[in-house]
């Protein structure tokens, strides 16, 4: 099975802090995915990518950078944290495209930004 | 901005009952829908997928698609507990395909 992980599971940051949540993918899948959920807007994206080096600013790319450095590894970065951006953050890959197309999510991570 | 509406919000059915599931978007440039599944605490796993006007069936699920409409149902029979979980519908369009915009969720608990 498809394996996507998370660090950290929980973080606490400050107003105004620098925060960066990791996301590594053994699954060697092209695309990879950053969402927020919060009650009652399901799961919104933040930012994606297609391979590494390439990051697209998804639907609520405000406040938030990403980095895929390979094709493991994709990162969010929280250059000036708000308490607004306390949520919980799925990471996910997917493959091209295709009938039987999946994307894949990570355990989460859960902000709080005091 | 496209948009995935689901309704009801929430439900409520009994064990061995059926559960009915809506969902639809806003943007006639959808072409694909997903349903996805999510248990409290844990992340999404997709359901079922759906690309072609008509039914699908997979056990106890059955999702339906009606294009002209914009608009998919996921129906539960026989609920048990353990379906009891918070439903994601999902869409793309066939130029960003693999680039899916959720609906809000319908939380389904099934009760003894």
């Known amino acids: 099975e498809a394996a996507v992980t998370q660090s950290p599971r929980n973080k606490v940051a400050v107003t105004g802090g620098k925060v960066t949540l990791s996301c590594n993918q053994t699954?060697?899948?092209?695309?990879m995915y950053w969402y927020r959920q919060d009650t009652g807007h399901g799961l919104r994206l933040i930012h994606y990518s297609y391979g590494a080096g390439s990051t697209e600013k998804g639907d609520i790319p405000d406040g938030y950078k990403a980095s895929r450095p390979s094709q493991e590894n994709f990162s969010l970065i929280l250059e000036l944290a708000t308490p607004s951006q306390t949520s919980v953050y799925f990471c996910?890959?997917?493959?091209?495209?295709?009938?039987?197309?999946?994307?894949?999510f990570g355990p989460g991570t859960r902000l709080t930004v005091l | 901005q496209q948009k995935v509406q689901q309704s009801p919000e929430s439900l409520i059915v009994p064990e061995g009952g059926m559960a009915s599931l809506n969902c639809t978007s806003s943007d006639r440039n959808v072409d694909y829908f997903w349903w996805y599944r999510q248990h409290s605490g844990k992340s999404p796993k997709m359901l079922m997928s759906i690309f072609s006007n008509g039914e699908k069936e997979e056990g106890r699920f059955t999702v339906h698609l009606n294009k002209a409409s914009l608009h998919t149902s996921l129906h539960i029979r026989d609920s048990q507990p353990s379906d009891s979980a918070l439903y994601l519908c999902a869409a793309s369009k066939a130029s960003s395909f693999s680039k899916l915009v959720f609906g809000q969720g319908t939380s389904l608990s099934v009760v003894p």
């Open positions: 699954n060697n899948h092209n695309n």
């Open positions: 996910a890959s997917g493959d091209a495209g295709g009938s039987s197309y999946e994307q894949y």
